[in-house]
Nanobody, 124 residues
Framework: QVQLVESGGGLVQAGDSLRLTCAAS????????VGWFRQTPGKEREFVARIHWSSGITNYADSVKGRFTISRDNAKNTVYLQMNSLKPEDTANYYCAASRAVVPGNSRSDYDYWGQGTQVTVSS
């Protein structure tokens, strides 16, 4: 099993920045990719970004490209999501997820482990 714990959410104003942290523990050697998803009430959980643990190759949703940056610290088993130029439409509960697939897709079903989520609220 892999445990994921998110932190760093909060209430900010439009244009502000926020950094989310995902700390992984347990059998972390069994996962290849860590991603971030977000969800608002009544909507599907949507892909935000992902990073391959060893290569550092990243992938982003078009809606956040150029504003969000995903990174990792392998020594700390931690993944970050730096969010800049935040918009009200970025308001959501953000989830960290880990996949045993080397190149997972962007669907929720491609990920095997999930954190509890951290709320991000962006006011206009």
């Amino acid at each position: 099993q892999v445990q994921l714990v998110e932190s760093g959410g909060g209430l900010v104003q439009a244009g502000d920045s926020l950094r989310l942290t995902c700390a992984a523990s347990g059998r972390t050697f069994s996962v290849y990719t860590v991603g971030w998803f977000r969800q608002t009430p009544g909507k599907e959980r949507e892909f935000v970004a992902r990073i391959h643990w060893s290569s550092g190759i990243t992938n982003y949703a078009d809606s956040v490209k150029g504003r969000f940056t995903i990174s990792r610290d392998n020594a700390k088993n931690t993944v970050y999501l730096q969010m800049n130029s935040l918009k009200p439409e970025d308001t959501a509960n953000y989830y960290c997820a880990a996949s045993r697939a080397v190149v997972p897709g962007n669907s929720r079903s491609d990920y095997d482990y999930w954190g509890q989520g951290t709320q991000v609220t962006v006011s206009s």
